[in-house]
């Protein structure tokens, strides 16, 4: 990333001073090469390209956005202040508030909103081309991903830390600020369950990979006994031996496969279910130390290495872009991974990378505590977001080089593909592509998978790609199987720490909620009422993930949409914050910065939102479906994909379910934007600024050039 | 050969800050300042007192 190297004078100067010769050189190199870049993307119709004009354009992109446009927002909107103690130096107490080198700070930062989402999202907007994804990625991140992560990082700074639910209410009002923590809830929910049924897609049928990580769980176990009672603290010593032991644990699944122990590690997608959901309970009732806290640690090592592997990868391989840059799925909307036309699906289903609402909760979280001097806001919130984006891209790339033809195979969902080679390789035709029977046996062999018929669900697509990717640069074809499974070890351990964390998240604000109906519930160390509200949170991921895993539409292909939107809802309420703040802190002026990203996701989720609720047609209305299923149930008639009346019954139940979520989402996000809407015009109207809730100023004592 | 190793040390102390490996130095220091004559915790105890903060702290992690 170029964030390193770039030059920290975004004080506020009192004259403006001129940009020296060298700068203004090196600038339009950068926008000159990222432009040319742009253009290879744009032009290049027929022929295949090469990955790299991808990379290019969107690392020109980014530079060029994070030196001009973030250093706008600060000097302009936000106005950091330098001499201004922020909370980690006036409120610092050693544990939560301390001032935290800014660069370290980037790495914890990136670490907590980068995971699975970046990776999952853009490999199934592939099916649209690997154009639209792309532009969206750069784009987006660049107006409101990463606009929406610095302000949000800013004002809770400037507000000692608070979270974004408690800024809803202190600015927005109190029935915004609740429909926000509900919304943050079921959204959490939701979120927690699509991805655990990644997981699920990923290992189903899969004895290596369910071996390798099954045995993440003895490792963490070692690691928190080895660093909180044997060796207490060493974190680092102990993560390289973890790390170590993780790869060992994916070659040892190699050989579990061959071995008599393969059928132990051969589940079904339920049975993987009910693994997940125990495992969630137990994680989040245990000590932190034992499990959570190791695990943390290993995905965090993990997830660098990784993504710098890849980095590494695609830039030395140069891969070609097998898929087409704008496919026909794009404007028909009936592509088979997710239905509907390329406005407004595209733009949830990709969400981490472009913009993504949960960031605003890690950047109301820990960061603003941490951060040492207010300017560095640009570095961390902006900076970190770029870096994710980035590795959205590399998803893409890594499922755009594959055969689109294998592509569909994996992606399309089972009911369509049928079981066989045969039957995948017929339906495969049928959307446009080809791939024989035997190509497909072939893959699957290489990468030592059963099966790469309906792997939906974006984990093993990225493995595949990934493997090819790698297996060019390191260690050749012997390797694939390799690189595969590291590949999925990898973004199932990503997973795997979110839902600990997620459900651990989730119980406290479970309790905090019921401790207002029922005091001891609210205690934090009651242990009846901690695993009252794990059981209860587990419960309720474990459903969407049990009705996902157990659809006969595809679970993926059905979830995903309502994952989106949800992601993107949760944005609206952070931008619609940011937004009302600007406004009544005098600054209407600049509040199009979060304005404008603000409409475009309202645009986008209620369009979406609304086609899932409304739309005739049954693959994209959610009620449609569920008329379509109901009257076929009432004449006695079986409609495939569904096999028997019960898998027409869950139809029935599933699409019910979720037609009614995707209201409830919409509903409660309304309030909010109603309530600020409300706040801003009075506002508006009132000759001075409305009072917000920035805590006072007091001098920094940290000289402004120690960091 | 020097810069070898000042990178190595670079390293070493980058991951520890990002891991937390350096916090108990740090919290010491910080105890030491604003209590001179109060007892400091031992690294064991700290590792206690740290794993019953995350407990009662969790944080989420994004997707």
């Known amino acids: 990333m170029p964030t390193s190297t770039l030059p920290e004078t975004d004080l506020p100067a009192p004259e403006k001073p001129r940009m020296p010769l060298r700068s203004v050189l090196l600038w339009t190199g950068v926008a000159l090469l990222g432009a040319v870049a742009w253009g290879v993307l744009a032009l290049a119709r027929g022929e295949k390209i090469s990955a790299v004009w991808l990379v290019v354009a969107a690392l020109g992109s980014y530079a060029i956005a994070y030196r001009f446009y973030s250093r706008f927002i600060a000097r302009r909107v936000l106005r950091p202040d330098d001499r201004r103690a922020t909370p980690a130096e006036r409120l610092e107490d050693g544990v939560d508030f301390h001032p935290t080198d800014r660069r370290v700070l980037l790495g914890h930062h990136f670490a907590a909103i980068a995971g699975a989402g970046p990776l999952v999202g853009p490999v199934l907007a592939a099916q649209m081309g690997y154009l639209p994804g792309t532009l969206w990625i750069v784009a987006g991140v660049i107006f409101a991903g990463a606009v929406q992560d610095m302000v949000v990082l800013f004002l809770s700074m400037r507000r000692d830390g608070k979270s974004l639910g408690q800024m809803a209410r202190d600015e927005i009002g109190r029935a915004g600020g609740a429909a926000a923590l509900i919304a943050v809830f079921a959204i959490m929910i939701i979120l927690l369950g699509v991805l655990a049924l990644v997981v699920v897609n990923a290992l189903a049928h899969s004895p290596w990979g369910t071996f390798s990580v099954a045995m993440t769980i003895p490792i963490a176990l070692f690691m928190g006994f080895w660093m909180h009672r044997i060796r207490p603290g060493r974190v680092v010593e102990t993560s390289l031996i973890g790390v170590a032991l993780l790869l060992l644990a994916i070659v040892g699944g190699s050989w579990v496969q061959n071995s008599s122990l393969a059928g132990t590690f051969t589940l079904s997608p339920t049975t993987l279910v009910f693994c997940l959901v125990g495992y969630g309970f137990v994680a989040s009732v245990l000590p932190v130390w034992m499990l959570l806290a190791p695990r943390d640690y290993l995905s965090t090592f993990m997830k660098i290495g990784t993504i710098a592997l890849l980095a590494v990868g695609v830039v030395v391989a140069a891969p070609v872009l097998r898929a087409d840059a704008v496919s026909d799925f794009a404007t028909s909307g009936a592509g088979p991974v997710f239905a509907g036309s390329l406005f407004p699906f595209l733009f949830i289903t990709i969400a981490c990378g472009a913009l993504s609402g949960f960031h605003a909760l890690v950047s109301s979280g820990t960061t603003p505590k941490l951060i040492q001097k207010e300017s560095q806001v640009r570095m961390i919130g902006y900076g970190a977001m770029l870096m994710e984006s980035f590795v959205a891209i590399m998803a893409l790339i890594a499922a755009a080089t594959l055969e689109p033809g294998l592509y569909y195979a994996m992606n399309a969902p089972a009911g369509l593909l049928g079981a066989t080679a045969e039957s995948a390789s017929h339906a495969v035709a049928g959307l446009g592509f080809t791939i024989t029977p035997d190509q497909l046996t072939q893959a699957a062999k290489a990468v030592e998978e059963q099966t790469l018929i309906a792997r939906s669900g974006g984990a093993p697509t990225l493995a595949v790609g990934m493997s090819e990717i790698f297996s060019g640069v390191f260690g050749g074809t012997a390797m694939k199987a390799f690189w595969y499974h590291f590949a999925i070890m990898f973004e199932a351990l990503f997973i795997l720490t979110t839902v600990d964390a997620g459900t651990r998240v989730g119980r406290f604000m479970l309790q905090d909620m019921l401790g207002n109906v029922w005091k001891p519930v609210g205690r934090v160390n009651w242990k009846p009422g901690i695993w009252l509200c794990s059981a209860l949170v587990v419960a309720a991921w474990g459903y969407f993930l049990y009705t996902g895993a157990t659809d006969p539409l595809g679970g993926i292909n059905q979830l995903f949409p309502l994952f989106g939107i949800a992601n993107q809802l949760l944005a609206a309420i952070a931008l619609a914050v940011c937004t009302t703040v600007l406004i009544k802190s005098g600054r209407l002026r600049w509040a199009w910065v979060t304005g404008v990203p603000l409409a475009w996701v309202v645009a986008i989720t209620f369009t979406a939102g609304w086609q899932k609720i409304f739309s005739d047609d049954p693959k994209i209305g959610f009620f449609a479906q569920r008329a379509k299923y109901a009257d076929a149930i009432d004449a006695g008639q079986v409609l495939p994909p569904a096999k028997s009346l019960d898998d027409m019954h869950t139809v029935v139940t599933n699409s019910t379910v979720d037609g009614v979520l995707i209201a409830l989402f919409l509903l409660l996000v309304a309030v909010v934007l109603v309530n600020a809407a409300v706040v801003c015009v009075r506002s508006l109207r009132s000759p001075g600024t409305l009072p917000t809730t920035e805590a006072p100023y007091v001098e920094s004592r940290i000289p402004e050039g120690a960091h | ?63």
């Open chain 2, 1 to 63: 050969m020097r810069r070898a190793v000042r990178w190595a040390r670079a390293v070493r102390w980058y991951l520890q800050e990002l891991t937390g490996e350096s916090e108990y130095d740090r919290y010491c220091a910080h105890r030491h300042r604003h209590h001179p004559h109060a007892p400091l915790p031992t690294r064991r105890q700290y590792e206690v007192l740290r794993a019953h903060h995350r407990e009662t702290n969790p944080q989420s992690r994004c997707c």
